[in-house]
């Protein structure tokens, strides 16, 4: 069976995820698309065969989509992903799931109302081969009972429009997700430090920030996010346990010794870092579409907690002091 796709939003995480189905996922082909724009539109599905449709609505409305891949503006991602579920298709939702814990609580009892997982977010982290490798360790307790957490995440830049909550919204949502995964648990608090902030930023930005969490079983974990740091893209990530560590491997590169030096490449961007987990992750999702099973993916109670975690911490960077998240238990419909 071929998973015949509806893509909502063609900018460009829209745009990559068109040519990612399209020319390397298999079993999957992508048949209509929507954007505001629709002109950006036709040109991110020209040569393809799809078509470009005036609303999300009637992507998911048509008889020949199987399913749905949402790329559009984030506060958009609620409506459309609650579309998909109240027609019973299954929906690809690239992170956030939702801007609001508020908004991701509504997924979670459409969901529940119709009797079977349909949603599958974008932390496409865990298909990452080094992350995968680090969550075999842990899950097998090669490193005993995990204790701690180091993690750092930093980009070179970030465009003026970039503010100071989103180091948790944007940036750190992606450890956010993984970390819960890595070690099995959920974050009960957080708090966020602005150290003495980079000379390199603009104005209105805090940054660096430091964020602490604290697991529900009391591991504890500090993130540097660090948005601004001129070198390059960087993700680090070392698990504590009582027994030994697991740390992420480095993303291997060609080492070159010239002019009495020896160096390696530095990554510019998360394209490059995490293409083949993109990949993974499609292949996996149109897999298991193509099957009619529910997808082993983040669902949405991933993408539920990780809202309410961001909240937290968003509020945890304006008042200085440790933010409890208040995340209930897990629902026995997504264990």
């Given amino acids: 069976m071929t998973v015949r796709v509806g893509v909502i939003g063609t900018g460009w995480i829209g745009g990559e995820h068109i040519r990612r189905i399209t020319d390397r996922v298999g079993g999957a082909e992508v048949v209509a698309v929507t954007d505001i724009d629709a002109d950006r539109a036709a040109r991110a599905v020209a040569g393809t065969g799809a078509r470009v449709l005036a609303t999300g609505e009637e992507v998911i409305a048509a008889e020949d989509v199987d399913a749905v891949v ?190 009495a030096r020896t160096s390696t490449p530095v990554l510019q961007d998360w394209v490059q870092r995490f293409a083949g987990a993109f990949d993974a992750e499609f292949q996996s999702w149109a897999d298991e579409v193509a099957a009619g099973t529910p997808t082993t993916g983040p669902n949405a109670w991933d993408g539920y907690a990780a809202a309410v975690v961001t909240d937290a911490a968003v509020r945890a960077l304006h008042s200085g002091g440790v933010v409890e998240t208040g995340i209930k238990e897990r629902p026995a419909f997504y264990a």
């Fill in 70 to 259: 949402v790329t559009s503006w984030g506060p958009a991602h609620a409506e459309s992903v609650l579309a998909a579920v109240a027609a019973g298709k299954p929906v690809f939702c690239e992170k956030p799931l939702a801007t609001s814990a508020e908004d991701a609580q509504r997924i979670l009892d459409a969901e529940a109302r119709h009797g079977a997982r349909l949603v599958q977010v974008g932390f496409m982290r865990r298909y990452d081969t080094g992350y995968r490798q680090m969550k075999e360790v842990v899950s097998a307790g090669g490193i005993g009972t995990p204790l701690m957490a180091h993690c750092v995440h930093r980009n070179p830049t970030v465009p003026e429009s970039y503010h100071s909550e989103m180091a948790s919204q944007d940036t750190a949502v992606h450890e956010i997700d993984v970390l819960r995964w890595l070690l099995d648990d959920e974050i009960s608090s957080v708090q966020v430090l602005t150290p003495r902030p980079t000379g390199k930023r603009f104005e209105h930005l805090r940054d660096p920030q430091m964020l602490l969490f604290e697991m529900v079983g009391g591991a504890r974990v500090d993130l540097e996010v660090f948005v601004n740091c001129q070198y390059g893209y960087e993700i680090g990530c070392e698990v504590v346990g009582e027994e030994g560590t697991v740390r992420l491997p480095e993303v291997p590169g060609a080492v070159v010794r010239s002019a």
